[in-house]
DNA sequence: ATGGCCGCCCTAGGCGGA
C-alpha cells in the first residue's frame, strides 16, 4: 500500500502534474492539501481517470481545501474543524482498512508574536486543538490510524537550511515546533520521515517559489506523515519526490510517499 | 541583509502563502 501527501497550491493547476506524479508514483491514496476550490468546482472526473474510484473533497472559495482520493472504496468521512475556524483543513476517511487524517495547518503570517500577529495566534491555537481533539480519540483503534499533510512547522535542526537563522522565521520557531511535539505525542504518532532519514541527515518538502530553488539548498520540511504505534512495525519506505518541485509550473512543495506493509486498496476488493 | 514568486478573485491590485 502506498500513500501519497502533496500541498498542490490549487489542485485545477497542477492537475497536469498530478496526472505525472500519480503515473510515476502508482500511489493506492492520495490526500491533498491547499486544493483552492468549492467541493461542486471539483476536477472528480481527472481523478476517476487515473484510477481512483472514490474521493472526499473539503473546499472553499480561493484558499486552503483538502482532498482524499482512493483506489479502494472510502467507507466513512469527516471533517473536523478545529480552533474555532470554518477553514477547510481536516478531512479523515476510512479506506483500504486504514483511518487517514489529511490535515493543513494555517501558515501563521509573517511575525512570530501571537500578540501582535493574530495568523501565528491562529496557528498556535490549531496546534493545541489538533492535539486536544487526538488525545479524545478512543483507544484501542478501531482501524491503524495515518496522518499525513502539511504541517507547516519543521520541528528538528535539519529540518531546515540553516537553525539558527530560522530560529525566528515562521515554521521553525520554538513555540510551533513545542506544540507540534505535543500534537505528535498525544497519540503517539510515529514520525514516518525520520524513520527513514536520520535527524542529522537534511530533509526537506519544500522550497520558497522566490530564492534559487536550483540550489535546493534553502528548503524546509513542511509536509509530514505519521502514523499510529500499530503500523510502525509495517513501515517499508518513505521518499519526498524531490524532482517534481523542478517540473513546469510546480507547486512550492514536493510530494511525500508512504509505503506500508499492508493490503493495496484495490478496486477488486 | 534583503527581496525575490505564485494563485486566487466579481481582471486588478490586494491577500495569503511560509
Not at 476510512?94 to 509573517?110: Q, R, S
Not at 492535539?131 to 496522518?147: D, F, G, I, N, Y
Not at 515546533?177 to 535527524?199: H, I, K, N, T
Not at 510502525?232 to 509505503?259: C, K, M, N, T
Request: include cysteine.
Amino acid at each position: 500500500m502506498r500513500l501519497l501527501s502533496w500541498n498542490v497550491n490549487s489542485v485545477r493547476v497542477r492537475l497536469e502534474a498530478l496526472r505525472r506524479v500519480v503515473r510515476k508514483y502508482q500511489p493506492d491514496v492520495v490526500c491533498l492539501q491547499e486544493t483552492k476550490v468549492v467541493d461542486a468546482l471539483f476536477p472528480r472526473e481527472a481523478f476517476t481517470r487515473m484510477g481512483f474510484v472514490d474521493l472526499a473533497v473539503a473546499g472553499q472559495k480561493g484558499y486552503h481545501g483538502v482532498a482524499i482520493a482512493s483506489r479502494a472504496s472510502i467507507t466513512s468521512r469527516h471533517r473536523q474543524a478545529l480552533a474555532s475556524s470554518e477553514d477547510q483543513r481536516h478531512l479523515s476517511v476510512v479506506t483500504a482498512g486504514l483511518e487517514i487524517h489529511n490535515v493543513y495547518v494555517p501558515a501563521g503570517g509573517p511575525l512570530p508574536d501571537p500578540r501582535l500577529n493574530p495568523a501565528f495566534a491562529h496557528k498556535l491555537d490549531y496546534l493545541r486543538a489538533l492535539a486536544a481533539w487526538t488525545r479524545s480519540w478512543p483507544e484501542p483503534e478501531e482501524h491503524p490510524r495515518v496522518l499525513v499533510g502539511d504541517l507547516n512547522v519543521a520541528p528538528l535542526e535539519h529540518d531546515v537550511w540553516d537553525h539558527r537563522r530560522l530560529r525566528r522565521t515562521i515554521t521553525h520557531t520554538e513555540a510551533e515546533v513545542s506544540l507540534l511535539e505535543a500534537a505528535q505525542d498525544a497519540l503517539p504518532w510515529v514520525d514516518v520521515g525520520r524513520r527513514f532519514v536520520p535527524p542529522q541527515e537534511k530533509l526537506y518538502t519544500w522550497w520558497s517559489h522566490r530564492g534559487d530553488w536550483r540550489s535546493r539548498m534553502q528548503g524546509r520540511r513542511l509536509d509530514h506523515a505519521w502514523v499510529s504505534s500499530a503500523l510502525a512495525p509495517r513501515l517499508r519506505g518513505f521518499q519526498v519526490a524531490v524532482e517534481v518541485r523542478g517540473w513546469r509550473r510546480p507547486s512550492d512543495h514536493a510530494p511525500v510517499i508512504v509505503d506500508l506493509d499492508w493490503p493495496r486498496a484495490d478496486a477488486a476488493r
